[in-house]
C-alpha cells in the first residue's frame, strides 16, 4: 500500500513538472486509484463522471456565470454603481463605500468574484483616483471588494460545496448572507477609518431619483433571484434561468446595450469557462465515489481523531490547511477535492456542514488577493495597468481585512446559522 | 500543417455552434418549466432532464473550446520545476501528455458505451437510450486528443498560455 501510495504521489508531481491541465492530474489519479488500489475497472471513471453531471442542481451554474456575463457586458453592473455613488455622496468615504455596496449589489447577481471585479473595477477606480483616494487605497478596496462575488449568494463556490457535500445550496445562501455583510461592513469600515473627510456635497434629491430609475432594471436583479430563492418560490436553477432571460430581456431591450452578436459572443465566453470547470467537477465526482467506496473519509475521521482534540483545533487545522492550498489552487478545484475529505472530519467534531462551507468559502476567498496564484491580483495587473508587486502591496491591508473577518467567521458560527433556525 | 489548422478551424466551428444551440435549449426549457408552472399551474416534467443533457452537451463540447482557448485550469506553482531553457521541448511534451491522456480516455469512454448499447439502457424521466448521447465522452475526448496532439507536432498552432486577463477573466477559475 506504501508503495502505491508512492507512485500515485510520484505520477502527481510528474503531471505537475510536466505542466498538465487540472483535468489531467485528477483523471490520471483517479484512473491510478481504480486500476491499482482496488483493483476495478477504469471505465467507471467515465459511469461516474456522467451521473456526475447529470443532476438538475448543476444546472444553475452555467446560468449564473452567463447571467453575470451578461451583466458585466451590457449596462446594468453601470448603472448600479450610479446609485451606489448617489446615495453614498455625502457619507465619509462614500465614493469607497459606494465601490463596496456596488460590488456586493454585484456579487449578488453573478456568483463570480472576477467577474465581479472586472464589473465594477475600470469604472470606478479612475472615479476612486480622482476623488483623491491614492491609488493603491483604490486598487486594494477594488481587488478586496471583487472577491465579495464569491461569499455573496448566489456563489459558485457554495454550489459546488452543497454539490460535493449533499449539503442543500439554499441553506449554504442563506448562510452566506451573514458573513457578506461582515466584510462588507469591514472594508467600509477601514475605507472610512483611513478617508473620513474624503466626501461628496449632500444627497443630490435630483440625482438619486434620475439614478434609480435608470437603474431601476438592474437593482430589480438581485431582487428577483434571492427573493425568489429565499421565498422557496424558485429552486436556485430556476432562479437561475429567469435571471438569464430577465437580463438578455433588459440588456436587448431595455438598455439595448446587446445584440445578437454580444450575446453569441457572451455565451462563448460563458461556455469556455464551463468547458474548464465541468469536467474537473465531473472528475472529482467520480474520485469521490471511490474514496467514498474505499471508505476513506472514515479512515480520515479515525486516524486524525487523536490528533485533532476538538473542534477549535480542527478549525484552526482546516483555516491553515485551505489558506496554503488557496495560494496554490483556484477556489473551484479546491472544494472540489477537499469538501468531500473535510466534511466527515467536521461533523466528526460537531460542526455542521454549512457551517463548513461558508469557512471554506471565506478562507479560499483570500487565495484571490494572495500571490503567486490571486486570480484577482492578475486581473487587476491588466484592467488598472498597475505593476503586479504593486497590486500585491496595496492588497496587504485588506488581506488583514479578510483575515479578520475569517476569524469572526470561524470562531462566530451563529454568523453563518443564524438564518437556519438552528444554533451553531 | 496548413491541413492541421483547417481541420482545427472547422473542429471549433462545430464546437462553438454545437455549444451555442445547446445553450439556447438549456435556457429555453428551464425558463419555459417556469412559465409553464405559472400559467397551466403544473411545470413540464421533462423539461429538466432535457436541460441536465443540454448541459451535458454544453459542458462536454465547452471542453474542446477551452483546449482551443488555452483556458483550462493549470496549477501554475510547478512550472519553474524544471529548467526554463526547455520550455520548448516541455511545450511539446505537456501538449503531447495532455493529447493521450484524452485518448485514452476516448478508448475506455468507447468501451462504456459500447455497453451501455448492449444493455439498451434507457434514462428514466424521458424513455431515451442512453448511449447516443453518452457517445459524446469518447467523440469530444476523442476530438480532444485530435487537437492536443496537433499542438505538439507543430507548437505554432498552440493558443498563447495566458495568465489570467479581462479579456479572459477566468483563466484560472471560474470562480
Not at chain 1, 455596496?101 to 449578488?108: G, H, K, Q, R, T
Not at chain 1, 433588459?250 to 462563448?268: F, K, N, P, Q, Y
Not at chain 2, 445547446?22 to 409553464?36: E, H, K, R, W
Amino acid at each position: 500500500m506504501t508503495v502505491t501510495a508512492l507512485l500515485l504521489i510520484g505520477l502527481v508531481l510528474a503531471l505537475l513538472a510536466l505542466r498538465q491541465p487540472v483535468v489531467v492530474i485528477l483523471g490520471a489519479a483517479t484512473a491510478f486509484c481504480y486500476a491499482l488500489i482496488s483493483h476495478g475497472n477504469v471505465g467507471w471513471i467515465v459511469v461516474d463522471a456522467w451521473e456526475a453531471a447529470n443532476r438538475e442542481l448543476l444546472l444553475s451554474i452555467p446560468l449564473y456565470i452567463l447571467a453575470g456575463n451578461l451583466m458585466s457586458r451590457g449596462a446594468m453592473a453601470e448603472r448600479l454603481i450610479r446609485v451606489s455613488k448617489a446615495l453614498a455622496a455625502p457619507v465619509p468615504a462614500g465614493l469607497a463605500i459606494a465601490a463596496v455596496i456596488s460590488c456586493a449589489l454585484f456579487a449578488a447577481v453573478s456568483g463570480s468574484g472576477t467577474v465581479t471585479l472586472l464589473a465594477i473595477g475600470p469604472v470606478m477606480y479612475p472615479a476612486l483616483v480622482q476623488a483623491g483616494y491614492p491609488r493603491a487605497f483604490a486598487v486594494g478596496l477594488l481587488c478586496a471588494g471583487g472577491t465579495l462575488g464569491i461569499i455573496i449568494p448566489p456563489s459558485i463556490p457554495l454550489i459546488l460545496y452543497g454539490v460535493m457535500t449533499q449539503t442543500s445550496v439554499t441553506e449554504l445562501f442563506l448562510a452566506g448572507i451573514g458573513p457578506g455583510l461582515l466584510l462588507i461592513i469591514l472594508l467600509a469600515g477601514y475605507s472610512i477609518a483611513r478617508h473620513w473627510r474624503l466626501r461628496g456635497a449632500g444627497w443630490d434629491v435630483a440625482e438619486i431619483g434620475a439614478a434609480i430609475r435608470s437603474g431601476a432594471w438592474s437593482l430589480f436583479m438581485p431582487v428577483l433571484i434571492l427573493g425568489g430563492i429565499y421565498s422557496g418560490y424558485f429552486t436556485a436553477t430556476e432562479s437561475a434561468g429567469v435571471a438569464v432571460v430577465y437580463a438578455v430581456l433588459v440588456e436587448t431591450l431595455v438598455h439595448r446595450r446587446l445584440g445578437i452578436r454580444d450575446l453569441h459572443a457572451v455565451v462563448i465566453e460563458t461556455v469556455q469557462l464551463l468547458g474548464a470547470l465541468f469536467p474537473v467537477l465531473m472528475l472529482a465526482l467520480s474520485l469521490n465515489v471511490f474514496l467514498t467506496y474505499e471508505q476513506v473519509p472514515e479512515s480520515l475521521v479515525a486516524g486524525l481523531a487523536s490528533a485533532i482534540d476538538g473542534p477549535g483545533t480542527f478549525l484552526l487545522f482546516t483555516n491553515v490547511l485551505l489558506l496554503l492550498v488557496g495560494c496554490l489552487v483556484d477556489i473551484g478545484s479546491a472544494i472540489l477535492i477537499l469538501a468531500p475529505l473535510l466534511k466527515p472530519l467536521a461533523v466528526a467534531q460537531g460542526i455542521d456542514p454549512v457551517h463548513l462551507g461558508i469557512l471554506m468559502t471565506v478562507n479560499l476567498e483570500l487565495g484571490y488577493l494572495t500571490p503567486p496564484m490571486g486570480l484577482n491580483l492578475i486581473v487587476a495587473t491588466i484592467a488598472f495597468r498597475e505593476d503586479f508587486w504593486t497590486i500585491c502591496r496595496a492588497v496587504l491591508p485588506f488581506i488583514a481585512l479578510l483575515l479578520a473577518g475569517l476569524i469572526v467567521v470561524t470562531y462566530v458560527p451563529q454568523l453563518s446559522l443564524f438564518l437556519l433556525a438552528r444554533p451553531g | 500543417m496548413r491541413t492541421a489548422e483547417r481541420l482545427l478551424k472547422i473542429l471549433s466551428g462545430l464546437e462553438r455552434l454545437g455549444a451555442f444551440l445547446a445553450f439556447l435549449v438549456l435556457i429555453g426549457v428551464v425558463f419555459l418549466d417556469v412559465a409553464s408552472r405559472e400559467v397551466t399551474g403544473t411545470g413540464l416534467h421533462w423539461a429538466m432532464q432535457v436541460g441536465v443533457y443540454a448541459n451535458l452537451v454544453v459542458v462536454l463540447l465547452g471542453i474542446g473550446i477551452t483546449s482551443a482557448a488555452g483556458a483550462h485550469l493549470r496549477p501554475r506553482f510547478a512550472d519553474g520545476w524544471l529548467p526554463r531553457a526547455w520550455d520548448g521541448v516541455l511545450g511539446r511534451l505537456q501538449e503531447g501528455v495532455t493529447g493521450l491522456f484524452f485518448a485514452a480516455f476516448a478508448i475506455v469512454g468507447a468501451l462504456v458505451v459500447a455497453e451501455t448499447r448492449e444493455l439498451g439502457e434507457r434514462a428514466p424521466v424521458l424513455g431515451n437510450l442512453v448511449w447516443p448521447l453518452q457517445a459524446l465522452i469518447p467523440a469530444v475526448s476523442a476530438a480532444g486528443a485530435v487537437r492536443h496532439l496537433i499542438y505538439s507536432a507543430w507548437p505554432a498552432l498552440r493558443p498563447r498560455q495566458p495568465a489570467a486577463s479581462p479579456a479572459n477573466p477566468e483563466a484560472s477559475g471560474p470562480s
